[in-house]
């Protein structure tokens, strides 16, 4: 019974390795090459095409950086005091 929680564990070790890992300087000029392709597929007004599937999938991962980013600032304050939760 103990060990049922392990192998998810391990998994879920695999890819907070992975994920949360800081990027490599090798991966720094295509990650500013794909802002600079988002900055233009906004300006050329791409940004009426896109699926359903697509807006979605944007919406979640910038929902994910915001919430990344208000749990980074609740650590470097240590508390919930001063946000409105």
């Given at each position: 019974?103990?060990?049922?929680?392990?192998?998810?564990?391990?998994?879920?070790?695999?890819?907070?390795?992975?994920?949360?890992?800081?990027?490599?300087?090798?991966?720094?000029?295509?990650?500013?090459d794909?802002?600079?392709?988002?900055?233009?597929?906004?300006?050329?007004?791409r940004?009426?095409?896109?699926?359903?599937?697509?807006?979605?999938r944007?919406?979640?991962?910038?929902t994910?950086?915001?919430?990344?980013?208000?749990?980074?600032?609740?650590?470097?304050?240590?508390?919930?005091i001063?946000?409105?939760?």
């Open positions: 019974q103990l060990r049922a929680p392990f192998p998810r564990l391990a998994t879920f070790w695999y890819y907070a390795k992975v994920e949360l890992a800081p990027p490599t300087p090798g991966e720094i000029p295509k990650a500013i794909s802002m600079k392709a988002m900055v233009r597929s906004f300006q050329s007004g940004l009426a095409q896109l699926t359903v599937k697509e807006a979605l944007n919406g979640l991962v910038a994910e950086v915001l919430m990344w980013f208000y749990i980074g600032e609740i650590i470097g304050k240590r508390g919930l001063g946000y409105n939760v």
